[in-house]
């Protein structure tokens, strides 16, 4: 254990001394990273722990801008998929359906063509099991790893003003989760969570109060949360949730919990229920699904990733709706 304990301090110690990114070295190259041969993005790999796969993606030297801020998103894989299948690809004969379920670099492109006031980077993480919910309940001090985790991430842009957003898919939402529970509170810099029907842990007790403390803390915060019906779902015959168990039921939880202290009006569309707060910075979504689908992965593919960085802000809806058609299809990495 104590080998281990040390290999983890090691690891930590060694993301935290690379050199950070300052005003005084050269604003567009960052330290330290790769130049993709994929719209000249620059890539930077890490292992960590070692049971974390991180990779950096940031925009290309001549769009990164360091006058201006840095959105540091994290995205928690979801249970089963890397970090290239998350990236996404271009099908072709032969190639795994994993890369064309998320798109979350594709969608990513399209923001950074959208959003002029900041420099817009991802962070994938990936648990070397591929289960971020494994993950937590097999590693030591899991959610003060997690918070450690992050906190260096995001020293690695020191000298520019620098938010954290957590955005999380499927068993992905875990890893958020562990993160608040090892905060308290949830940190200023922190400046959006999102959970794409990845709300499965929610607990009023140990993250309800937070998270609503969080969010009047700063006008800046936003908050959402997005599910289908999955309450009469089968696979292979059989339920895919437990009776209690779901997104659907864990949002109904959370419409529960903030409706009062966030006057949360509900709104009917033509294919979901949402729920908003006045100021539009917290919104809980419930998909319709008559036909009883699996619509696990669609509510990414269908805009999710870009609907959960523009919520509350100007850009949103001038990018691409929620639960509208790809809007990306031009930035789909080539195979």
């Not at 993005?41 to 001549?62: F, G, K, S, Y």
């Not at 890369?99 to 950074?112: D, E, F, P, S």
């Not at 294919?271 to 036909?291: C, G, H, T």
Request: neutral net charge; glycine residues 6%; aromatic residues 10%.
């Amino acid at each position: 254990m104590h080998k281990k304990l040390l290999i983890h301090a090691c690891c930590i110690i060694g993301l935290l001394t690379v050199a950070p990114v300052t005003r005084a070295a050269d604003p567009h190259k960052l330290p330290g990273f790769t130049v993709s041969p994929h719209y000249d993005e620059q890539i930077l790999d890490l292992t960590i722990d070692p049971e974390v796969i991180v990779q950096i993606n940031a925009p290309a030297a001549d769009k990164f801008d360091a006058t201006k801020p840095v959105r540091l998103v994290i995205f928690a894989l979801p249970n089963g998929n890397t970090i290239d299948q998350t990236v996404g690809k271009q099908m072709t004969e032969g190639l795994d359906w994993h890369y064309n379920i998320q798109h979350i670099g594709a969608q990513t492109r399209v923001l950074r063509n959208t959003l002029d006031d900041c420099n817009l980077v991802v962070a994938y993480l990936q648990a070397e099991k591929r289960s971020w919910p494994h993950w937590r309940r097999t590693q030591e001090n899991s959610n003060t790893r997690i918070v450690e985790i992050i906190e260096a991430l995001r020293k690695r842009f020191e000298g520019l003003e620098c938010t954290v957003e957590l955005t999380a898919h499927s068993g992905g939402g875990s890893f958020l989760f562990g993160f608040i529970e090892a905060s308290d509170p949830i940190p200023n810099w922190v400046t959006r969570i999102v959970w794409l029907d990845a709300n499965y842990g929610f607990d009023e007790e140990k993250h309800g109060k937070k998270l609503a403390t969080w969010l009047n803390a700063d006008a800046k915060h936003a908050l959402g949360a997005y599910s289908y019906d999955d309450r009469d779902v089968k696979f292979n015959g059989k339920p895919i949730v437990s009776a209690t168990g779901g997104t659907f039921r864990r949002t109904e939880d959370m419409k529960t919990f903030f409706t009062d202290p966030f006057k949360l009006k509900e709104e009917k569309l033509e294919s979901f229920k949402r729920f908003r707060s006045a100021d539009n910075r917290l919104e809980l979504v419930q998909i319709d699904n008559p036909e009883k689908k699996i619509l696990h992965t669609v509510m990414v593919e269908r805009n999710g990733f870009i609907h959960a960085l523009t919520l509350g802000s100007k850009w949103e809806d001038r990018v691409a709706p929620f639960w509208s058609d790809r809007a990306y299809t031009d930035y789909i990495q080539p195979n």
